[in-house]
């Protein structure tokens, strides 16, 4: 299995705006602390092992992470 | 609310750095500077990262993901004022998840460190009897009443002693260089996460950093009650201190005698359990 950097990158991207857009939800009071922790309990491990992935991959092509050995 | 997630993290990181800062000090080590654990998750997240050819792919990576997921959902029960069996019971699916990292990677250090765990979640699941007694003084194990309980009656740290010293040897054992600290005793090298190295590092750091927020501020709660935040982060830091004297001048055990100890203080805990029944409810 290969990703490459620009696919990590824009499952961080899409992670981070799910978890701000929940947290902004739940201040503004139009949704509850349940409904805002139940969106960022799966996003919020995506988003951070997403972002990790994308600060340590090459540019180019997808050698990453999976290389056995 | 994603805010206080991330600095919860990174206090939490910085809890477990003051912790061996303070270990190495008690030792007349030097040790590594308090931001050490946070540096830790960086340099982690830098280096090359691979999946070994001898594991489960799926679980190698899922048990990550999950690691960091309960120990957010525990986060949210604990600023929602939740009930105190939740967060218990994600402790113990904790244990579930250290057996899943030791067994997903195939390697042998990382299913002794798995097996370890089990053994030694037998030990201090059991110590969760410290939470009937909770249950009896407060007639509740929502957070937000036990917090109204001790608003009204004064702190349970005083009223349970016996009890906060059980949770106190709870949180013990999930730290690093600790007596209980079986998990990840050398002769495993690291135990269940011996194989989970690179970004799968990182990543349990940063479930750790939270795991030690959740768990001391969780303490801080049902034994101190409300707390400010400045208050609250005190605690945690003299609670680390206690934590971090207690694994500097103890050895670690072997898994025979941890586990030994640990059913020890259960049964106590049973007979002071069946005292307060009695008392408080005859």
């Given at each position: 299995m290969r990703m490459k950097k620009t696919t990590v990158a824009r499952i961080f991207w899409v992670g981070a705006a799910v978890c701000v857009i929940a947290s902004g939800l739940f201040f503004t009071e139009l949704i509850p602390l349940a409904v805002c922790a139940a969106v960022l309990v799966p996003a919020f491990p995506v988003t951070v092992l997403a972002l990790l992935f994308w600060w340590m991959a090459g540019q180019s092509g997808g050698d990453f992470p999976f290389i056995g050995y | 609310m994603i805010a206080e997630l991330v600095l919860a993290i990174l206090f939490g990181l910085l809890l477990l750095g003051i912790h061996r800062k303070l270990i190495a000090r008690i030792q007349r080590r030097p040790g590594p500077p308090v931001?050490?654990?946070?540096?830790?998750?960086?340099k982690f997240s830098f280096k090359t990262t691979w999946i070994p050819v001898t594991a489960s792919r799926t679980l190698f990576v899922a048990v990550v993901l999950i690691a960091i997921g309960i120990w957010t959902a525990a986060f949210y029960v604990?600023?929602?004022?939740?009930?105190?069996?939740?967060?218990?019971?994600?402790?113990?699916?904790?244990?579930?998840?250290?057996?899943?990292?030791?067994?997903?990677?195939?390697?042998?250090?990382?299913?002794?460190?798995?097996v370890r765990s089990v053994i030694s979640a037998a030990s201090e699941i059991p110590l969760f009897v410290s939470v009937a007694v909770i249950g009896v003084y407060s007639h509740?194990?929502?957070?937000?009443?036990?917090?109204?309980?001790?608003?009204a009656y004064g702190p349970l740290l005083f009223t349970a002693?016996?009890?906060a010293c059980a949770m106190f040897l709870v949180i013990l054992s999930k730290m690093p260089f600790g007596p209980f600290s079986i998990v990840e005793s050398k002769e495993l090298v690291s135990g269940y996460k011996t194989e989970h190295f690179g970004?799968?590092?990182?990543?349990?750091?940063?479930?750790?950093?939270?795991?030690?927020?959740?768990?001391?501020a969780v303490f801080l709660t049902v034994f101190i009650g409300p707390l400010t935040l400045p208050w609250l982060l005190a605690g945690m830091i003299i609670l680390i201190v206690l934590l971090a004297f207690s694994c500097a001048i103890t050895p670690m055990m072997s898994p025979f005698d941890s586990v030994t100890i640990q059913m020890i203080v259960t049964g106590m805990m049973l007979v002071y359990a069946a005292i307060v029944l009695m008392v408080v409810h005859p």
């Open positions: - | 931001w050490q654990e946070i540096l830790h998750m960086l604990l600023v929602s004022g939740g009930s105190l069996l939740v967060i218990l019971g994600i402790y113990m699916l904790h244990k579930i998840v250290e057996h899943g990292f030791g067994l997903s990677s195939g390697s042998p250090y990382g299913k002794y460190g798995g509740s194990l929502d957070l937000s009443s036990i917090i109204q309980y001790q608003q002693f016996p009890a970004i799968w590092r990182a990543g349990l750091e940063v479930c750790n950093g939270l795991k030690t927020y959740v768990l001391l």
